[in-house]
């Protein structure tokens, strides 16, 4: 297989560089992988070219370099106008895998754009903080055509720790919103019990270490408990302005299936607060914070 055969069959595309698209990026360009990636934002342009990822100069010229596209945007209105875009194109098939946490209904929507251009989308939601794509500690729920998927497995292998195919298109996403819901219960539940630790007079690295040691212990509080130690939530791993969007999806998905959700529904008003009281860039773990103030809690000096 000459040189250049060889590189355009270890190509791949990114549309989206931010937290999760930028570490997908870079794993797979550690990996091996040619990466050509977009995004409108400048500043991150700039940041992944310095990272090695191929900038390209629009979604035209992106989808015409690579055979493969992955999709990982911050709303719906994205994901269509960027199947519109590729469709538009007038390309051979692509696979377009779509990473995102949307409603299945815009998922189809965009899905069905692609398909009567000829292309092949898959739904492929993550699971995993931005903290654990930069690490490659993410499980994959991979939904469509078979085929695709098993083609796209190698590139799932090297920015990720797990593939699972779940089946028919949609079901990754039905399978990330159970995920995301219990995200969503155990990240509050964590900053419950740090609190009321906290309250009670524990050191709250001693809170961690007993905790990530017992019973209690879950991979949410692993990856968010240090944060509420630190009383520090700029080190973003998934920002609360963008988790509150997936909130929305959920709860919607849930009530349209008639599915009571108490904890879940119980943790709305503590994600809202964290809004509120200006931790929408922060990272939401913040809500910590939110049930400090609640509870009265004052942290001595230098925590």
């Not at 990114?14 to 990026?25: E, T």
């Not at 302005?241 to 119980?266: H, Y």
């Not at 773990?285 to 509870?295: D, F, G, N, Q, S």
């Amino acid at each position: 297989m000459s040189p250049a055969k060889a590189n355009k069959k270890k190509a791949v595309g990114i549309i989206g560089l931010g937290i999760m698209g930028g570490a997908f990026a870079r794993n797979l360009i550690a990996s091996g992988w040619r990466v050509v990636g977009y995004d409108t934002d400048a500043a991150r342009r700039k940041e992944l070219a310095k990272a090695g990822v191929e900038i390209a100069r629009n979604l035209k010229s992106l989808a015409a370099a690579v055979p493969i596209v992955i999709t990982s945007l911050p709303k719906p209105e994205a994901l269509v106008a960027t199947a519109k875009e590729i469709a538009a194109t007038g390309l051979p098939r692509r696979i377009v895998v779509e990473c995102s946490t949307f409603t299945i209904e815009d998922k189809v929507k965009a899905e069905r754009v692609l398909r009567a251009a000829g292309h092949t989308m898959l739904d492929c939601p993550v699971s995993g903080t931005g903290s654990q794509a930069a690490t490659g500690d993410l499980v994959i729920y991979a939904s469509g055509d078979t085929k695709a998927i098993a083609k796209i497995k190698p590139v799932f292998a090297n920015f990720s720790r797990k593939t699972y195919n779940v089946g028919a298109f949609g079901n990754g996403s039905r399978m990330k919103y159970v995920a995301n819901l219990l995200v969503a219960i155990n990240n509050v539940a964590s900053a419950e019990a740090m609190v009321l630790g906290m309250k009670s007079g524990l050191d709250p690295q001693v809170i961690f270490e007993m905790i990530s040691n017992g019973a209690g212990n879950s991979r949410v509080f692993e990856l968010r408990a240090p944060m509420m130690v630190k009383n520090r939530y700029d080190d973003v791993t998934m920002k609360c302005s963008v988790w509150q969007k997936d909130m929305d999806v959920i709860g919607a998905f849930a009530k349209k299936l008639r599915v009571p959700t108490p904890l879940f529904s119980a943790t709305l008003p503590v994600y809202a607060a964290a809004l509120k009281r200006g931790h929408a860039d922060d990272d939401t773990a913040a809500v910590c914070a939110v049930l400090e103030a609640k509870a009265g809690v004052k942290r001595r000096k230098g925590r």
